[in-house]
T-cell receptor, first 118, second 116 residues
Framework: AQTVTQSQPEMSVQEAETVTLSCTYDTSENNYYLFWYKQPPSRQMILVIR??????QNATENRFSVNFQKAAKSFSLKISDSQLGDTAMYFC???????????????FGQGTRLTINP | GAGVSQTPSNKVTEKGKYVELRCDPISGHTALYWYRQSLGQGPEFLIYFQGTGAADDSGLPNDRFFAVRPEGSVSTLKIQRTERGDSAVYLCASSLMASGGLDTQYFGPGTRLTVL
């Protein structure tokens, strides 16, 4: 079974700083998908960024980028120029590709609580 | 457009009671998922529907939990004989389920269930 580990329960940085959240995962699959979701106090999970394992290029979405190291099974999230609105729980998630048994369900890590201080 | 909606937002019930939680997916999304998020944890998969049928119910913890999606749109998660350990946020998500390729799940705000 796949597992996702986030080793940082909490992180705190000053506004405008850069912060990196760590995520490692375990799988025997060669192709899969990885995601970072943000969960503010409103509870709604919001997709931040996603990565397909067969793509070597790291995904980027504005201030958010990932460092995907397939051999090391590592998928970290970097937030540049952090803003107060980035304060939230961040979850790393894994998904098997379509048509593979057990596909379509997201396997989440335990989360990292990120606080951006003014 | 409208996102995934869930009702009620909060539900308080007594041990042993029956509860129903409702999920309205994004219009046109054929896949629907239920997750459970206990306090301080990441969401855990419960069940996934493709259309009207449950394609994977391997995450349902026991036979007290049941979910339906009779018309391939709205889904209801049903919990019988609730226990205090069922207290959690129940999240629903939907996706377009394009054939092959990456399929992103969009989440609702969840229902916080408290069993006294």
């Amino acid at each position: 079974a796949q597992t996702v580990t986030q080793s940082q329960p909490e992180m705190s940085v000053q506004e405008a700083e850069t912060v990196t959240l760590s995520c490692t995962y375990d799988t025997s699959e060669n192709n899969y998908y990885l995601f970072w979701y943000k969960q503010p106090p409103s509870r709604q999970m919001i997709l931040v960024i996603r990565q397909e394992a067969y793509k070597q290029q790291n995904a980027t979405e504005n201030r958010f980028s990932v460092n995907f190291q397939k051999a090391a099974k590592s998928f970290s999230l970097k937030i540049s120029d952090s803003q107060l609105g980035d304060t939230a729980m961040y979850f790393c998630a894994f998904m098997k590709p379509y048509l593979i048994q057990g596909a379509q369900k997201l396997v989440f890590g335990q989360g990292t609580r990120l606080t951006i201080n003014p | 457009g409208a996102g995934v909606s869930q009702t009620p937002s909060n539900k308080v019930t007594e041990k042993g009671k029956y509860v129903e939680l409702r999920c309205d997916p994004i219009s046109g999304h054929t896949a629907l998922y239920w997750y459970r998020q206990s306090l301080g944890q990441g969401p855990e998969f419960l069940i996934y529907f493709q259309g009207t049928g449950a394609a994977d119910d391997s995450g349902l913890p026991n036979d007290r939990f049941f979910a339906v999606r009779p018309e391939g749109s709205v889904s209801t998660l049903k919990i019988q004989r609730t226990e205090r350990g069922d207290s959690a946020v129940y999240l629903c998500a939907s996706s377009l389920m394009a054939s092959g390729g990456l399929d992103t799940q969009y989440f609702g705000p969840g229902t916080r269930l408290t069993v006294l």
